[in-house]
């Protein structure tokens, strides 16, 4: 069995480390001392759902996380999301480390592949810098979280309760152990929507970004420029790319969110001015393939929730916790765009011209991606005919995004809904392009043809 998994390709590991993971996780949850006795009568395809979910850092869920399972299940639910979001292959190549074993080649390009590390050079501290910046943020997340669930929970349960959201939201996982309405009881607290907004970006903005920028702060404050433009020029175009479309998704989106919903009093409606931002602003972020809801989305508008969609599409940053199509495939796909309008030759971003390479993994990525949305879509269509066709594209775009918010439909799903949802998830997680490699272990052959003209239009 040893022997066969190393004939296997780096996506073929990686998928099958996820699939391996996911078993084994749902077979520990499924026991009976992981949950409370009032709620051993879950199925072990509920247990199954769950855990796809946790794992592919989804935040989707067929029951309220803290009804089903108890204090010990609870623990290995936080550790399945951090597994998930950390990346399994990485938690094992730290395995290798830890005990003094020298990495084969294959190991550490299946490492590099799971992480979005481009370079084998100095790979432990690049490990190593990934564990210390999701210990740090995790950490100050949970304690920031402290200040208001001690109070509100006690010592216990507000410490743990703390964590497990700090946890979740870093992974952009979307669970919490708070009750079945998500984080709608926190929608004006402040502390709790702000604390768990900073984890979910953090956790999309990638490790690879996150170390460019520390690099930068460090180098900043050591070298002490006049301009802080000097001090900007020494990021990559990769994470300034990231950055400014981060930036742009959060603050378009909350305008918008805000505008829609403005007069919605089932949702923001009814709220202050500075109330409305902070829902819409949190809505924004959580729609970056987190899964925390502060309002009902059966209660907002069909214009709203399709923006959502649309985010959700979107995802987080690549080498990240979060899910999508990728900051860095949509930038690309903008500025084939912007270049095809302006009459460019070459796809530019700051100077820089994109290679034909990356613009045709792009359109890969792309068509892939809205190939198994619709294959998940169509399939609901057919096995969940009594529910709203809408409703079901927003649960397929939330499933493959690895978003997890749901209007209401999940817990809903017939056993074959909840298998396409299933493998709307893994296949979100595990990567569009990973997915298709994994089908296609022929090496790649140059067949020159002439070229020929096609009209467009």
Known sequence: MFKLFKNFSVAQRISLSFISTIVI???????????????????????????????CVTGLSVFPMGEVYNGIGQVVAMCLMQIGGLGLVSLIAFSYYSINRRMSLKQQELLQSSIGNNSSADLKRYLFRIYKITLTIESLTALILMTDFIPRFGWLHGIFNSLFLAVSAFCNAGFDNLGANSLLHYQLNWTVNLATAFAIISGGLGFRNWMAIIDMVKSWLSERPRQFRLARRRLSVQTRLVLVTTSTILILGTILAWLLELNNPATIGNLSFFQQGLVSFFQTVTMRTAGFATIDYTQ?????????????LIGGAPGG??????????????????????????????????????????????????VILMIGYVSLLELEPHISPFKLLFESCSALA??????????????????????????????????LLSLRQKNKQTINYAQTDLTLG
């Open 25 to 55: 996780g749902s077979l520990i949850l499924s026991l009976p001392v992981m949950q409370y006795s009032s709620a051993q009568n879950t199925s072990y395809l509920d247990h199954l759902f769950n855990t796809v979910s946790m794992v």
């Open 300 to 312: 907002a508008g069909n214009s709203i929730n399709f923006i959502f969609m649309l985010q959700m």
């Open 321 to 370: 916790t979060a899910g999508g199509l990728k900051l860095i495939v949509t930038a690309i796909t903008f500025l084939i765009f912007r270049a095809e309008l302006s009459g460019q030759t070459q796809v530019s971003v700051y100077n820089r011209t994109l290679p034909i390479q990356l613009l045709k993994q792009t359109l890969t990525i792309l068509v892939f991606f809205f």
């Open 402 to 435: 690895t978003v997890g918010v749901s209007m209401d439909v999940t817990s809903h799903l017939s056993t074959g809904g909840r298998w396409v949802i299933m493998a709307l998830m893994f296949f979100g997680r595990v990567g569009p392009i990973t997915v």
